[in-house]
């Protein structure tokens, strides 16, 4: 039995990943040491569900297309900048997701619904955030320079894309950082919204 630390996101397309990578340049430039996110690992996660035993995974396919069964494809735009846990004292830098949210809330709520059926998953105490990570900043210090710039930012706009698929991703933790391979995909098929 392996483990498969395993988590269910949406991509944000390449017009925001170009924005989101623009963005960090501009934030690495108040010289605060942050962990960034690589742009081949950018997505908003909808449920992180940790180490998975690999014999579960086709069950957790199951729920998310349950989930996702009759989603319509929809809009999401990514604009705005914030921090966890607040902007004066960022230690996570994200971007905000504004068109779209609600979807994805309501995407996060069903696979939620679906997994906690399943048995063996508890739904996460926290209310969900939709965002896009930027980095993780090291050190009070670093979040410091940072608070003084984010508010410069809050106007910024990273495009926006459509999502047509729910992912499940295994991220395996590796010295330069996390490596991440689709394992399962579920396309949005329902007819769009009036």
Request: proline share 5%.
């Amino acid at each position: 039995m392996a483990r498969v630390r395993t988590f269910i996101a949406v991509e944000i397309g390449d017009t925001a990943r170009t924005a989101a990578i623009a963005l960090q340049k501009v934030l690495a430039r108040t010289g605060a040491s942050v962990k960034w996110v690589e742009s081949n690992s950018m997505h908003v996660t909808l449920v992180f569900l940790g180490e998975v035993d690999d014999r579960e995974l086709p069950a957790v396919f199951r729920a998310v297309s349950k989930a996702t069964a009759g989603e319509a494809p929809f809009p999401l735009h990514v604009a705005g900048v914030g921090a966890f846990p607040t902007p004066r004292r960022p230690k996570t830098l994200w971007a905000g997701i504004t068109e779209g949210a609600d979807r994805l809330s309501r995407l996060h709520e069903r696979i939620n619904t679906h997994l906690v059926d399943l048995g063996g998953y508890r739904r996460e105490e926290r209310a969900y955030t939709p965002h896009l990570t930027l980095g993780r900043v090291k050190s009070e210090e670093d979040g410091n320079l940072l608070a003084a710039e984010l508010p410069k930012h809050l106007a910024w706009n990273g495009g926006q894309t459509v999502v047509s698929e729910v992912l499940v991703f295994s991220s395996e933790l590796k010295r330069d950082g996390p490596e991440y391979t689709v394992l399962g995909r579920a396309e949005l098929l329902g007819d769009p919204e009036e």
